[in-house]
């Protein structure tokens, strides 16, 4: 049963991206109307987990262990680059489809299995993972993009860019971890430049320059060939200095300060 | 103790305290297993267990305290270079390795242990490849991570007692073994004034010049006068001979025991706490200790000798109140130390210190907050709420650091110092209460943090399956 509705989410998939292509971004005029346009950014990043977590369904039922692997990494893009949205706005399906560490379900749940013990029985986890995402897919539609809960999920995803990651990261069994954080960094780059960065420079230029190159430091300082190759003193200091400089900025463009988790105050 | 302290210990960790108790009370050190570092792209070899997860951590006791002061500047300077990274080089400090780390408190880690440094727990080789390649002999010679306690008592320093200088032995620990940039004088001498405060735990056993007090067992006494006494087939030698009571049971010289080269003599003064013993850790225990000597020196030790002896060793090598529980109490006594520090080195505009409270301490928050899971960690379900507000206490800590990083990089000490009542106020005020309200469903909880690491066991040992 639960395999037929997967199957059916995701041969509709493919039509979904399809229609997301034509749609372009507005003009956006205030905040909330930046944070709309922001909509089918994060629209089509879950898709693109979705279609990847479709694809290794695919690959298990053809015992391809290789195949699904590639598939779960492809999954993982799409996925890390929304984290400035997921971790806050939806904290219940965060926990199903990213718990960690818990190796009974969710992405780190069938990277163990596809990775650590390398075989493909993960069939029950991934159709789960599929139904998840697609509860998500489906909420985007709806969902309210409040630009103060997105200028919070910037702020926490930069931080936690900066955490030590000397253990191998989060995703280690895949060896992925640095994939994670250059996605999430290229999500707050691509959330920020689209929600904020018209706003932010009409009203204090100066601080816009210094959020915009705070930010281009943090994707430089992640873009190495090798997690060991990360100077992690330099990326602390370009993800605190981030996290600063967005607190001074909120108040400038009529926001507070952003919380570094979600539902703290 | 305080109201919370007391619900604390009454409900929550009450059978963790009884089996802490009776383990101390037995002379045995209890941990929390905790977690190995893994995985390809780690720094660290796989399988490298460096315990910073353990429940229990040695309890620490500077000579100021002892005089009821505060520790001074440079010795607060010399702690906080002790625990930080920083001043160590590359490999080191990307993994989150200091001083401190090794000699926990500024006592020992029995439990670390890297792949291809370490020969058993608590052993380390400092002159192997991965720290640093220049330092490499090429020879796989672990030596046991000495406690620091007493130093200033145990001179000539190293195991083999081969540098007459602590001063010199640091340097060479921070250059050589672990290819840290050249110290400059004035952080060489605060590391080593720092390490010439760390003192003995208090023995409640023992008496002047070493001597057992009257609280001690008949089996300890006798233990006592077989340490004194003769050995049969050359006089000259005893056990107190070479570690006289009255002198931290150390005589400053190396001696050949029968264990491979000269080695120094090392004091038993809470040596209970200091396992693995000899130089190379080869021992576990202190019966192995005294079959060595019966064996190398003919002792002809009767059973109940061995005994009195070991019961000697212990009340020896005993402390009062060896260890803390490690919690949101135990960081903030490093926390408040090192926050006075970065306020008078604001004050004297100190920018070496300055730079080195803030990534110190600004390391210790983010890993404070790490204690505290968020919503993806199913090990914990209770308080999220507060778990929350714990977590962006600790972090708004770090980016108030943070801030007052930027403002002396940017040559403005007023703001610096503006910042730093910012960042007062956050910690103690508002950071502290929250993450001690929230500290029940943290990972400082011995049963969470178990529950915790089961599931990273699962997620990183998942079992290999037969194809179905």
Redesign the interface.
């Known amino acids: 049963m639960i395999r037929a509705v997967e199957s059916w989410i995701c041969s509709l998939l493919l039509g979904t991206i399809a229609a997301l292509a034509i749609v372009s971004q507005a003009g956006a005029a205030t905040l909330k109307d930046a944070a709309e346009s922001y909509r089918h950014y994060l629209i089509d990043d879950i898709s693109q987990a979705l279609a990847g977590a479709c694809a290794l369904r695919e690959h298990l039922i053809d015992h391809d262990l290789d195949g699904a692997r590639k598939a779960w990494i492809a999954a993982r893009v799409g996925w890390e680059r929304s984290e400035v949205f997921t971790s806050g706005f939806v904290p219940e399906l965060d926990q199903q489809i990213d718990a960690w560490p818990d190796a009974s379900h969710g992405f780190h749940g069938i990277e163990a299995m596809l990775f650590g013990a390398g075989h493909t029985h993960v069939a029950a986890e991934t159709d789960a993972l599929i139904a998840h995402l697609a509860d998500l897919r489906a909420q985007l539609d709806h969902v309210d993009l409040a630009p103060q809960r997105m200028l919070n999920g910037i702020a926490r995803l930069a931080f936690e860019i900066g955490g030590n990651k000397a253990d191998g990261g989060e995703s280690r069994l895949s060896g992925t971890a640095l994939n994670d954080l250059q996605s999430n960094a290229d999500g707050i780059a691509l959330a920020y430049r689209v929600i904020f960065a018209d706003v932010m420079e009409a009203s204090d230029p100066r601080i816009a320059a210094a959020v915009r190159a705070a930010i281009e430091r943090l994707q430089a300082a992640v873009k190495v060939p090798d997690l060991r190759k990360l100077d992690a003193d330099r990326l602390r200091a370009d993800s605190e200095e981030l996290v600063a400089l967005l607190q001074m900025a909120a108040p400038k463009i009529g926001l507070n300060k952003p919380t570094l988790e979600e539902g703290a105050r | 103790m305080t109201q919370y302290a007391k619900r604390w210990a009454n409900t929550l960790w009450r059978s963790v305290a009884v089996t802490a108790a009776v383990a101390l009370l037995l002379g045995l050190p209890q941990y929390a297993t905790s977690f190995p ?8 070899p796989a399988g490298s267990e460096l315990n910073e997860d353990a429940v229990y951590v040695p309890h620490e006791i500077l000579r100021s305290e002892y005089r009821g002061d505060r520790a001074s500047y440079v010795v607060a300077l010399g702690d906080l270079a002790f625990n930080s990274p ?1 001043i160590l080089g590359g490999v080191a ?4 390795i200091s001083c401190g780390t090794c000699h926990v408190g500024g006592a020992n880690n029995a439990k670390l242990f890297i792949p291809g440094l370490s020969t058993r727990p608590g052993t380390f080789d400092t002159t192997g490849a991965l720290f640093n390649p220049k330092a490499n002999n090429h020879l796989f010679d672990p030596v046991r991570i000495p406690s620091l306690r007493g130093a200033r008592y145990l001179a000539p320093y190293g195991h083999d007692g081969r540098m007459a200088s602590l001063r010199d032995f640091v340097r060479n620990v921070i250059v050589g073994e672990f290819a840290g940039p050249e110290p400059s004088p004035a952080l060489l001498d605060a590391i080593v004034a720092y390490i010439q405060e760390i003192d003995f735990l208090p023995n409640l056993k023992l008496g002047a010049r070493g001597r057992l007090n009257d609280t001690a067992s008949e089996a300890e006494r006798r233990g006592e006068v077989l340490f004194a006494k003769p050995f049969p087939h050359d006089p000259n030698l005893s056990c107190a001979g070479c570690h006289p009571p009255a002198s931290a049971f150390v005589d400053h010289l190396q001696h050949d025991v029968g264990s491979g080269g000269l080695h120094k003599t090392p004091t038993l003064l809470n040596a209970n706490f200091n396992a693995p013993y000899f130089h190379d850790g080869r021992y576990d225990s202190f019966d192995r200790v005294v079959d060595h000597f019966d064996r190398v020196y003919e002792l002809g030790l009767l059973t109940q000798d061995r005994s009195d002896l070991v019961a000697y060793l212990r009340a020896v090598g005993d402390a009062r109140h060896p260890f803390d529980s490690d919690g949101v109490t135990t960081r903030f006594k490093g926390i408040s130390a090192f926050s006075l520090l970065l306020a008078q080195a604001i004050a004297v505009r100190d920018r070496g210190a300055i730079d080195l409270a803030v ?1 110190t301490l ?2 210790g928050f ?2 404070l907050a ?1 204690q505290f899971p ?6 914990v379900t209770g308080a999220l ?1 507060e778990r ?2 714990a ?3 600790a ?2 800590v ?2 108030s650091l ?2 007052i ?2 403002a002396v990089s940017a040559d403005d000490l007023d703001a610096a110092a503006a910042e730093y009542n910012t960042y007062y106020e956050l910690t103690f005020s508002k950071a502290m209460p929250l993450l001690r309200g929230a500290e029940p469903w943290s990972l400082f909880n011995p049963a969470i943090r178990a529950a ?1 690491d089961a ?2 066991q ?11």
């Open positions: 570092i893994d995985g390809d792209q780690a720094v660290l920083s400090r990307r993994a989150g990534d600004g390391g983010r890993e790490e968020d919503h993806r960690d199913t090990a709420a929350r507000m977590r962006a206490a972090k708004d770090v980016i943070r801030r990083a930027m915790h599931e990273r699962r997620l990183l040992r998942a079992p290999a399956q037969t194809q179905r």
